[in-house]
């Protein structure tokens, strides 16, 4: 069955730097988009980051455009997260998800936590 | 960006009864291809979201019949025709159509009377 489990998330101070992963399994992951959406402690849903299959194009939001980076190890069937100049408001439950038809699909990893604080 | 609002955002439901939930979009979810790219997804507490509906009205693998989504253009209805214990939680919607960036709703917390 079709598997995601993130990890690399922890505590960070602001400016600093974290890179989330994500390793994938139960599906062809070299042919599928992927994204990372993140939730704010008691907040909602907010999308983060989107790749293609093929990683020839990569999308952010405003709101980390120039600071994070999303990648793709096809070798490896895993996902990336570079995060950089992390800010507060960075501090959230990252989830990687399995893209369908471009958008986040039915398949969500468990989540990783990332708290900027000093 | 395309804003998406939900109504209500908080939701106390009777067992067994009906219940909706309403999301709106700043505009048209209509696609060039003539589809309408409106899903709606579930969260359970202290669990992942997991997508129940996608193009409006179509369920995914393993999601029961009671739920059913419907709507055009810029309004959107999520029905659960029976309400079970297990479908408490924050429901989202969240547009497909017009991104970057892809935007969700602000949830609509269903809770059991």
């Known amino acids: 069955q079709i598997q995601l489990v993130e990890s690399g998330g922890g505590v960070v101070q602001p400016g600093g730097s974290l890179r989330l992963s994500c390793a994938a399994s139960?599906?062809?992951?070299?042919?599928?988009?992927m994204h990372w959406v993140r939730q704010a402690p008691g907040k909602g849903l907010e999308w983060v980051s989107f790749?293609?299959?093929?990683?020839?194009?990569?999308y952010y939001a405003d709101s980390v455009k120039g600071r994070f980076t999303i990648s793709r190890d096809i070798s490896k069937n895993t996902l990336y997260l570079q995060m950089n100049s992390l800010r507060p408001e960075d501090t959230a439950v990252y989830y990687c998800?399995?893209?369908?038809?471009?958008?986040?699909?039915?398949?969500w990893g468990q989540g990783t936590l990332v708290t900027v604080s000093s | 960006d395309v804003v998406m609002t939900q109504s209500p955002l908080s939701l106390p439901v009777t067992l067994g009864q009906p219940a909706s939930i309403s999301c709106r979009s700043s505009?048209?979810?209509?696609?060039?291809?003539?589809?309408?790219?409106l899903n709606w997804f579930h969260q359970r507490p202290g669990q992942s979201p997991r997508r129940l509906i996608y193009?409006?009205?179509n369920r995914d693998s393993g999601v029961p019949d009671r739920f059913s989504g419907s709507g055009s253009g810029t309004d959107f209805t999520l029905k659960i025709s029976r309400v079970e214990a297990e479908d408490v939680g924050v429901y989202y919607c969240?547009?497909?159509?017009?991104?970057?960036?892809?935007?969700f709703g602000p949830g609509t917390k269903v809770d059991i009377k």
């Open positions: 790749i293609r299959h093929d990683g020839s194009n990569n």
């Open positions: 998800v399995k893209g369908d038809d471009y958008s986040p699909g039915h398949h």
């Open positions: 505009q048209s979810l209509v696609y060039s291809d003539g589809n309408t790219y």
């Open positions: 139960g599906f062809t992951f070299s042919r599928s988009p």
């Open positions: 193009k409006v009205s």
């Open positions: 969240m547009q497909s159509t017009h991104w970057p960036p892809f935007t």
